[in-house]
């Protein structure tokens, strides 16, 4: 039985202050959760975050990781400084990513290797825009994004390996996919790692669904038999909330 992943991705927002406080009042709300968490915080919050999670069952992780070991990459960290700051987890071509920093399918391939290669998961990223949706071509653009991310990945990469289905479309709108449809989304994804991988691999992925997943969807969403977890945006960044989709 896989496990099931809800990670939260709290964007650019807490500082180190805001950080330990909703990170203290979260642990005890989900001790007994039976799914991983994970949250995925502000490069400056990580070594905050980090205390305040020790003897937890929160697992830590970033929200984003560099190709290359080091270098002239003005602002960029790499895969090796977050696994000195006991990062487990990074976040790797979300939407954000690829709207307003030139993300490509490409670049997310680069970072994925980086990030595996160097020890760390990968919550790996994929959906599609609303003139995307619109036009039908939902299918076609994630399984594109996964062939991309994946290009020159070895079987064995797989286990270090979380998949996030997040049209984007559904990001901070309120808006969301119905159970279905986000289900059905994530069979096509799943349909196109078997292709590369094999229907065991396939089978074994652990794939979340991230847009807009509240306290008030999480069971609905959760239920549906493709969906193994969540990313969550907005709902992450209050306690309650968070706690009340771990514990759908």
């Known amino acids: 039985m896989k496990r099931p992943i809800i990670a939260g991705n709290w964007k650019m927002n807490n500082t180190n202050a805001g950080t330990k406080a909703l990170l203290t009042e979260l642990a005890p709300l989900v001790k007994d959760a ?3 968490v994970v949250v995925c915080v502000p490069f400056t919050d990580i070594d905050t975050a980090r205390k305040a999670i020790r003897g937890t069952k929160i697992k830590l992780g ?29 976040i790797i071509g979300h939407s954000e990513r690829r709207q307003y920093f030139g993300e490509t399918d490409a670049s997310v391939n680069a970072r994925l ?38 290009e020159g990945l070895e079987k064995i990469a797989l286990k270090s390996i979380v998949v996030a289905y997040e ?11 119905t159970a279905e449809d986000a289900n059905d989304t994530i069979a096509v994804i799943r349909k196109a790692i078997r292709k590369l991988y094999g229907r065991t691999a396939a089978g074994a992925m652990r794939i979340q669904y991230g847009g807009s997943m509240n306290p008030k969807n999480a069971s609905e969403l959760m239920a549906m038999p493709e969906i193994d977890g969540g990313l969550i945006g907005g709902a992450s960044l209050k306690a309650e909330d968070f706690a009340k989709v771990v514990n759908y």
Do not use: D
Not at 65 to 87: N, Q, R
Not at 120 to 143: D, F, P, Q, S, W
């Open 113 to 150: 290797k980086a990030a595996v290669g160097a020890g760390l998961k990968a919550i790996v990223c994929v959906g599609e825009t609303l003139e995307e949706r619109e036009a039908g071509k939902t299918n076609e653009v994630v399984t594109r994004q996964i062939n991309g991310a994946f």
């Open 62 to 90: 970033a929200q984003n990781v560099h190709w290359a070991p080091k270098g002239a990459f003005t602002g960029e960290i790499s895969a090796e400084m977050l696994k000195e700051l006991k990062v487990e987890y990074v």
């Open 167 to 177: 049209p984007v479309w559904a990001i901070g709108t309120g808006k969301t996919a």
């Open 34 to 36: 039976k799914c991983e």
